[in-house]
């Protein structure tokens, strides 16, 4: 139980494109997904925190207007990367904490390796 | 100063051998902890949780150190399969939100 699913797992694009990440709860609802980005060997840093139905919560730094989070459904949220460019090549993890276990409990998803040409 | 901060090592260790190291936060109001094993291109997988009174998941033990602010992770009798990234995590506030360090790499060679 608890499986999260990332689509795509990888994409490469071209500078200016958006690019649609979908993170989908499989056999649970989740109460809350998180987004993450990680670059190559440094930590997970935070992005922004997603309720169903409401908006997004977007830590410091993080330009809302070029990540946009979508939370349509219990089981689904979605992350676009708007007119990408280079530095935005990164790994992009979600994860999401399911409304009947232990909240503190994220269940992340294989993550999605984004490269901007 | 980083909220979550990690020796990144990477410890070389021969098969069978006890590992350990620390992780330190800064916020001394923190709330939960834990310990999760990331694979190189992989995600974050969940390893333990880290309780006050510190405890033990089989070859992995974990404690915690509220006054120093520091967590450690031992493992002993140490697998090829423990090679990994091991990453403290710590949840800093009421809202569930985790902080992670950068990771300290453990490569058990045969």
């Known amino acids: 139980g608890a499986v999260v699913s990332q689509h795509p797992s990888w994409v490469i694009c071209k500078s200016g494109t958006s690019v649609k990440i979908e993170c989908r709860s499989l056999?649970?609802?989740?109460?809350?997904m998180f987004w993450y980005r990680q670059f190559p060997k440094q930590s997970l840093m935070l992005m922004a925190t997603?309720?169903?139905?409401?908006?997004?919560?977007?830590e410091q730094g993080v330009e809302k207007d070029k990540f946009l989070i979508n939370h349509a459904s219990l089981t689904l949220s979605t992350l676009t990367v708007t007119s990408a460019h280079p530095e935005d090549s990164s790994f992009y993890i979600c994860?999401?904490?399911?409304?009947?276990?232990?909240?503190?409990?994220?269940?992340f998803g294989p993550g999605t390796r984004l490269t901007v040409l | 100063r980083k909220e979550v901060e990690q020796d990144p090592g990477p410890f070389n260790v021969p098969e069978g051998a006890t590992v350990a190291f620390n992780c330190t936060y800064s916020?001394?109001?923190?709330?939960?902890f834990f310990w999760y094993r990331q694979d190189c291109r992989k995600e974050p997988k969940l390893l333990m949780s880290?309780?006050?009174s510190g405890n033990e998941d089989g070859r992995f033990t974990a404690q915690l150190n509220r006054a120093s602010q520091y967590i450690s992770l031992l493992i002993r009798d140490s697998k090829l399969s423990d090679s990994a990234t091991y990453l403290c995590?710590?949840?800093?506030?009421?809202?569930?939100?985790?902080?992670f360090g950068a990771g300290t790499t453990v490569t058990v060679r045969a």
């Open positions: 880290v309780y006050s």
């Open positions: 997603s309720n169903e139905g409401s908006k997004a919560t977007y």
């Open positions: 995590v710590v949840n800093l506030s009421n809202d569930y939100k985790l902080s």
């Open positions: 994860s999401a904490t399911s409304a009947r276990g232990d909240l503190n409990e994220q269940f």
């Open positions: 916020n001394s109001a923190s709330q939960s």
């Open positions: 056999d649970f609802q989740a109460t809350t």
